[in-house]
């Protein structure tokens, strides 16, 4: 949801900003550009179109200098053009600005400013910015009291960041939306998200609401809203630069399902010592009095919280998954004993934000399970969890669902636990089952045969997926995959559901694939049994030893033998490999769907 980046003290600004944006593209698309303040004045080349048409356009019209912005665009106000690409700048040209988020006063400050004589050149939200900091100069204000006070004036969600003609240095500020400080040894940075610059330094500041940094190529002061210092901590980030890079895959997607044996062995290692569930963060006997956990969560993650919800529920724990936008609008009653868990890959999702604040204020006990440490939901809430994934590029969320489910099983283990105040039986089964499954993940990847149904299906009207408990979860995952990167309808449905109206759909033209665990098959070949006969081709996704679907579906997808809580882990790596195969066949921009970022910093 817009990335931006700064660089201060680099030889070559540009290249470190190029290099930053690349790395942010994931959080938005449509438009980028970059600022140099080279003691000569500020310049901004800016367009519509990707990163990569940015790069052109400098290499015809090259800037020059040591300090200075970039920015990624996912347009929320205006559309996607050279107009309303960020940088954005004052009356003057004397500054510019880049910024993420949404300033929600912008229209009352804009007819304001208007009519003091400023002239807008874009229908954003951020070009307020500029042209406030340009009226507090304009009254005799210094630059560093001038983006103070501008940046007091709005509210919204923001990080906020700017460059002025007179000085050799980057003010920032943010306030609900992320903002990181990077400290190389050759020059500063400043980044929505530590990939932007992990090409250069380990060292991170995550920067917190209401923070204000001034970062000038020898020293960087944080100072909170009043103009004293604070001190934040430098954390040093065990990500590396290689995790960030495409390497030989032709996309981030394929890369990312390609990981994720090692991204399922970072989530379990060091948590099931002795047949019991450790989790760093979280005590023995943390959850001993829990009655009922709440899940909120967005888009595949929400998948990964129903699918730990049914996890909990299957061990006597009541719990429920909500999507957070819902949540946020209408929670439901608040009892004591209640336990919020906000899953969140980014760690930053409005919508799960919300949630997750919605909760807290009305005196619920909140956990955050991420992958990104130092994230606003890590930080707010009273518990983390982290899924231990690594950087996920892709927009498609892949392997951080599989390390999601993972860390989510070993979760419901330990809640049940702490809840029961015993082992239970069932539990040294199935942790030996979540060591043994990046084995099993990496046979379904070698031994896969989705590209031949990708091609054997790839003019199809829609696809549709079903299945029943823990593959209902997972359905609706293989569903979401698919349309977000191939643009082909896909739905997924309880299979249970199909016959009270979405069978009306199903036709020779309409795979159905069929996810099954090894529970309920009787009830699934029901399913079945009854797309079958409306003339449906039936691609079962199973494990071997479920042979009575294999006799009623047309083609089966096997997975390896695994406990049953775990096939639908297994069975959502195939269908992955089917959206993926399929996508590429339709020659979709796989890393980059349109309309769509990875991070949705907006609700
Ligand atoms: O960062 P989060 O896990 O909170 O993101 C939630 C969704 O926006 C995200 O899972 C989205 O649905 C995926 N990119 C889809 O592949």
Known sequence: MCGITAAVGADDAVSTLLTGLQNLEYRGYDSAGVAVANGDGVEVVKREGQVDDLEA???????????????????????????NAHPHTDCYGDLAVVH??????????????????????????????????????????????????????????????????????????????????????????????????????????????????????????????????????????????????????????????????????????????????????????????????????????YHAALYGAQLLRDRGVPARAFLASEYAMTAPPTEAGTVLVGVTQSGETADTLAALRRGASEGLRTLAVTNVVGSTAARECDAAVLIRAGPEIGVAATKTFSSQVATLTLLAERIRRDVRGDHSDSAPALLSALDRLPDDVESVLSETRAPSFARRYDDSDAYFFVGRGTAHPVALEGALKLKEISYEHAEGFPAGELKHGPLALVTPSTPVFAVCTGAHTEKLLGSIEEVSARGAPVVAVAPRSEKSVAEVADDVLWVPETHPELVGLLANVQLQLLSYHTATLLDRPVDKPRNLAKSVTVE
């Open 100 to 301: 993420n988020g949404i300033i929600e006063n912008h229209a009352t400050l804009r007819e304001r400013l208007q009519s003091a004589g400023h002239t807008f050149t874009s229908e954003t939200d951020t070009e307020v910015v500029p042209h406030l900091v340009e009226e507090y100069l304009d009254s005799g204000a210094s630059v560093e009291t001038a983006f103070r006070l501008a940046v007091d004036d709005l509210s919204g969600s923001y990080a906020v960041a700017l460059v002025h003609e007179d000085e050799e240095a980057v003010y920032a500020a943010r306030e609900g939306s992320p903002l990181v400080f990077g400290r190389g040894t050759e020059a500063y940075h400043l980044a929505s998200d530590v990939p932007a610059f992990l090409e250069f330094t380990d060292d991170v500041v995550y920067l917190e609401d209401g923070d204000v940094i001034r970062v000038t190529p020898s020293s960087y002061e944080i100072t909170d809203t009043e103009g004293s210092p604070v001190e934040r901590p430098i954390e040093s980030i065990d990500w590396n630069s290689e995790d960030v890079e495409k390497g030989a895959f032709d996309h981030y997607m394929r890369k990312e399902i390609d990981e994720q044996p090692t991204a399922i062995a970072q989530a379990v290692r060091g948590r099931t010592d002795g047949g019991a569930v450790a989790l760093e963060s979280l005590p023995d006997g943390a959850f001993a009095d829990v009655d009922r956990v709440q899940f909120v969560a967005c888009g595949t993650s």
């Open 57 to 83: 356009l400098l290499s015809r019209r090259p800037l020059v200098g040591r300090v200075g912005l970039g920015h990624t665009r996912w347009s929320t106000h205006g559309a996607p053009t050279n107009a």
